[in-house]
């Protein structure tokens, strides 16, 4: 990655305490014009935390997001506001982020409201319905109110919303978790097609590992509050080098013969959330069945195991044999 | 040999407008003892509801047509107090959701227990024994500790735990799990498809596997059928349904699955359109098994 003064997105070292808790410990990693980077993670292992924080929806403890060589954490409002425009986010819950006494249309108008003050209402809603026909709804939809169409329709809107003012960057944090298989495929093409059409730089964060794999150029693993691995998918899928990530990847059901190489049993006990304050050493050291000594004293650094591909634990330069525990 | 639940021609409609909406037309099936079904389909396409005119669970509005047959027993006609003496005991439901179908303000232990209480007349003493003992069996760690928390200070995967263990406190003879895992992530709803395999082997119950997530049903079921627009339009043993799907639906929903391997794609496969809605002409049509899943309609008047 020689051209890293070309980044878009660059995110060091970020920290995101809740009390006592630590949900993002320090995480690092860049995103390019155009790219789209996956994010996985199990529940709390703070993959939404971190897209809050990139956003400052929620305030960090510690780091620095450099947005085109600004850090945001430090602008002041007015300069945060501005860059705002070009970061945008689309919500797991397509209904609950839309004001149920807001039209739909109004939805999407408002960031034309907010940026654009200079528009005259008529060609406001001449952009509103080009943008609720892109994303597949009629434009006469816009007269309605969130409670009154469907779970799909509802997350076009929420795109519709975001991708209104051609962002820069679109964060998506579990966009098609709520949505039927069959709804899914058309939500995430839409979003790609969106996209490729503005250029538009992507963090799609999903616990839908097939999903991510299709879709990403590079994949970022999270686990308890911390980047452990990061690949190109094709690399990721076929040969993950961090346990986690072998374990996350055999818990998926298949109904087609398991990818080579994935462990058939690996048993991953209760997601340890709140073993993300381990006072020293692997947070996945108790859950690893091959961690050693060392794993319970160092911290792993996130190191480059293979071109492109980092990784964040001790024995990442062993081929490690698939195991399986004991049930 | 008795079923443990026979469904024939189940109708449900609900009022809406003047008119009847048609959320199940003719929903028969039959679900012998221990055997494990899956139940596929999209939102809407009237799965859950099914099982909710089983459980004598729906609306007040619906009207229901048909006859739900529970080991011989007729639930529809049944009243209350029959129906209370079956539900909860022998026939059971884990819903979608542990954090509202427990209650946020008793003890994991009350609410284990009372099942007994209630159900077996057990004291609340012999009560709390056993709900410490289910909990055991559905591994959650530390069971006694666990009685005495709320359902908030457990983890997702855990309250689903105590859901399953709630279940299988009388030993029913049939559980009907409405989306079990879908509220969870992956590696933790591996462990719940585990634990349900594990206790059908122990306890030899019926379970009907409620699931748009074809990966979760097609682990554990023995059968599966394919609901669409309010009708089966498929059944088939699981092995079958996955290699041979007969009905065009059914093929084209295999397809829209991602896979963790083979060439990635630029595009995901997805089903064109929307399913009818129920009420609209298509649905009350007699379904028109034309190519590619149809009758879906045209996205762009997606049930407007």
Known sequence: MN???????????????????AAVRGVSFELFEGETVGLVGESGSGKSTLARAILRLLRSAHGSVEWRGKDLLTAAPAELRAQRRDLQIVFQDPLS???????????????LRVFEPGLDARERARRVAAMLERVGLAAAMGVRYPHEISGGQCQRIGIARAMILNPKLLICDEPVSSLDMSIQ??????????????????????????????????????????????????????????????????AVPAIEPKPKGAPAALRLEEPAASAGAPGSGCAY????????????????????????????????????????LPA | ?????????????????????????????????????????????????????????????????????????????????????????KLTMIFQDP?????????????????????????????????????????????????????????????????????????????????PTSALDVTVQAQLIELLRAMRAE?????????????????????????????IVESAPAVELFSHARHPYTAEMLKCIPSLSGPRLARLPALAGSPPSPASGLWAAPLHRGVHGSPRVAAQSDRS
Not at chain 2, 203 to 226: C, F, K, N, T
Request: hydrophobic share 50%; glycine share 8%.
């Open chain 1, 3 to 21: 051209a890293a003064a070309d980044a878009l997105l660059r995110v060091k070292d970020l920290r995101v305490d809740f009390g006592a808790h």
């Open chain 1, 97 to 111: 982020s839309l004001d149920p006494r807001m039209r739909v249309g109004d939805a999407i108008a408002e960031p």
């Open chain 1, 185 to 250: 495929g058309q939500i995430i093409n839409l979003l790609l097609d969106l996209q490729r059409d503005a250029g538009t730089a992507m963090l799609f964060i999903s616990h839908n590992l097939a999903v991510v794999r299709h879709l990403s150029h590079r994949v970022l693993v999270m686990y308890a509050g911390k980047v452990v691995e990061i690949a190109a998918p094709d690399a990721l899928f076929a040969s993950p080098r961090h346990p986690y990530t072998m374990a996350l990847l055999a």
């Open chain 1, 285 to 324: 050291r108790e859950r690893c069945p091959y961690a050693l000594a060392v794993c319970a004293s160092t911290v792993p650094p996130l190191a480059q195991a293979a071109t492109g591909h980092w990784v964040a634990c001790h024995r990442s330069h062993e081929a490690l044999i698939p195991l399986s």
């Open chain 2, 1 to 89: 040999m008795v079923p443990t639940l026979s469904i024939q021609d189940l109708c449900i409609s609900f009022p809406r407008r003047g008119a009847a909406i048609q959320a199940v037309q003719g929903v028969s099936l039959c679900i012998a003892p221990s055997e494990c079904v899956g139940i596929i389909g999209e939102s809407g396409s009237g799965k859950t509801q099914v099982f909710m005119a089983a459980m004598g669970l729906l609306a007040s509005s619906a009207a229901v047509s048909g006859s739900v047959r529970f080991e011989g027993g007729d639930l529809l006609t049944a009243d209350t107090a029959v129906l209370n003496r079956v539900r909860g005991s």
């Open chain 2, 99 to 179: 954090m509202t179908s427990l209650a946020p303000h008793l003890k994991i232990g009350t609410q284990l227990a009372e099942v007994l209480v209630c159900h077996s007349g057990m004291s609340w003493r012999d009560a709390w024994n056993s709900a410490a003992r289910i909990l055991a069996r559905v591994r959650v760690p530390d069971p006694k500790r666990r009685l005495h928390q709320y359902p908030h200070q457990l983890s997702g995967g855990m309250r689903q735990r105590v859901m399953i263990g709630m279940s299988l406190l009388c030993e029913p003879s049939l559980v009907i799990a409405d989306e």
């Open chain 2, 203 to 231: 306890l030899g119950m019926a379970l009907v596997l409620i699931s748009h997530d074809l990966g979760v049903v097609a682990g554990l079921a023995d059968r599966i059928l394919v609901m669409y627009a309010g009708r």
